[in-house]
């Protein structure tokens, strides 16, 4: 167990001092009520409130971590137990019937002396992570890396797992949330991408291309790419030699702007604007050898071991380096330190909602993250299938389980797609990362009109 997360021990002692305060309070209202000339009013509301500072202290400590919880509890919880047992005492001398204090006394504190032990005991051993491993340095060299492996390294992108066949996953280019990769797979958010290495290059010469949603050699507003100019593009992203556009240049464009051309159907505003995100900003921001190896899986998805499509030059340095397939997955993983901003988009949310206080948050595939406002009224909808009670438990559920409750689209008249948001951020994000994404989204609100 780990600072930042909950320590189940700590947890159930609170909640066992707390049950000891309330049998000390039953006890001293049968004794009074057993007793004539005690007085009941004195004792029972000493004790009455001692239960209900033990009671507070057990709330309080649900919403601690392990660090403030030891803390919280040798500080104030043991305190007050001692408290307890102290006036319980005063009461039974007072009384002249200290015979009948019950055996609880003593088994109480034979259990907690050895818990209390326990727990420090364990707190003391050395405590490890289970955390992926650090990134590699980004400036590695890449030495004699094969285009098959670096064909896999842009699957790897896109899907996140390591292993051949890991297609439910995703990766850091969040692919899969909108695309499908195979034949007669559509689920509608996007173009399914089989054979998008052929359609490459013919659909540079398609009239619509040439002219929606702007002109070839038009800047496109929002990302200031030139389309169908590829040597004007970002020198960092740039293809060398040759000034004709290519299916590799096409494919590329796609990517850092994705509004250039939009494919029939799959656009908003008359298909003049995509909702796919530029890559390679916030809060994807692949590099460009990572750009580029997403381009030679794209190009050589469908033809398995042969490479004779990939257009793009192998890596010699920058980016991050290819290791040899273990099974595992490449998931990322917030622990909770980061800032607010840097989780989310570290976690991709800004692809499908509209986050307020977030720079760059404006994706519409999902809902607007409104849920101070909007928390509440989804929880008393009919169709909510959850649990929650208030906001924070609403958000906390929609993160671990979004299937609880899938939002209606106004705009479109329909549900937003069911299934869209990922169902992994529970092994994605630490418990005080689960706690401050909570905190921060419960507080969100549609900004003021006008």
């Known amino acids: ?179 499908t990769f195979d034949m007669g797979d559509n689920i509608g958010r996007c173009p399914n991408l089989f054979g998008v290495e052929a359609r490459s290059h013919t659909r540079i010469k398609e009239d619509r291309y040439m002219n929606e949603p702007v002109k070839v050699g038009e800047r496109e507003p929002a990302t200031g790419v030139t389309k169908g100019v590829p040597m004007e593009s970002d020198e960092a992203y740039r293809r060398e030699g040759g000034e004709e556009m290519t299916g590799e240049d096409y494919l590329r464009e796609s990517l850092m702007c994705p509004s250039c051309y939009v494919v029939k159907d799959y656009g908003k505003d008359g298909d003049t604007k995509s909702p796919m995100p530029v890559i390679s900003k916030p809060p994807i921001s692949l590099t460009p050898v990572e750009v580029n190896a997403v381009i030679a899986w794209l190009q050589s998805k469908e033809t398995p071991g042969e490479f004779a499509t990939v257009t793009v030059p192998l890596p010699t340095s920058g980016g991050i380096p290819v290791e040899e397939p273990t099974g595992g997955d490449d998931r990322i993983f917030v622990d909770g330190s980061e800032a607010i901003g840097d989780m989310i988009n570290i976690l991709g949310c800004p692809l499908c909602h509209t986050i307020p206080g977030i720079e760059g948050a404006v994706g519409e595939l999902g809902p607007k993250l409104h849920e101070k406002t909007n928390a509440l009224d989804r929880i008393k909808d009919p169709n909510y299938k959850g649990s929650a009670t208030n906001t924070k438990e609403y958000v906390r559920e929609s993160i671990l389980n979004p299937g609880a409750y899938v939002v209606f689209n106004e705009e479109a008249g329909e549900l937003f797609p069911d299934g869209l948001m990922p169902t992994t951020f529970a092994a994605q994000l630490s418990v005080t990362a689960i706690d401050k994404l909570v905190d921060f989204i419960s507080q969100t609100e549609a900004p003021p009109e006008g």
Request: proline letters at 5%; charged letters at 15%; hydrophobic letters at 45%.
């Open 1 to 179: 167990m780990l600072p930042e997360q909950h320590d189940i021990l700590w947890t159930f002692m609170t909640m066992a001092f707390t049950l000891f305060a309330g049998v000390t309070f039953a006890n001293v209202i049968k004794h009074c009520r057993e007793n004539e000339g005690v007085n009941t009013k004195l004792w029972g509301g000493i004790f009455g409130v001692l239960f209900l500072i033990s009671f507070w202290e057990t709330i309080h400590m649900f919403d601690l971590v392990q660090g403030d919880q030891i803390n919280f509890f040798f500080q104030y919880q043991v305190l007050t137990v001692l408290v307890i047992l102290l006036t319980w005492g005063i009461f039974l001398k007072s009384q002249n019937i200290e015979a009948q204090s019950p055996p609880l006394i003593r088994a109480f504190f034979f259990w907690s002396t050895v818990s209390v032990v326990l727990a420090g005991y364990t707190n003391w051993l050395p405590q490890q992570r289970s955390d992926p491993p650090p990134k590699p340095d980004a400036n590695q060299d890449f030495g004699d890396i094969t285009m098959e492996e670096y064909a896999e390294m842009g699957r790897v992108i896109v899907f996140g797992a390591a292993a051949t066949g890991g297609n439910k996953a995703i990766g850091k280019g969040q692919c899969p949330l909108c695309h």
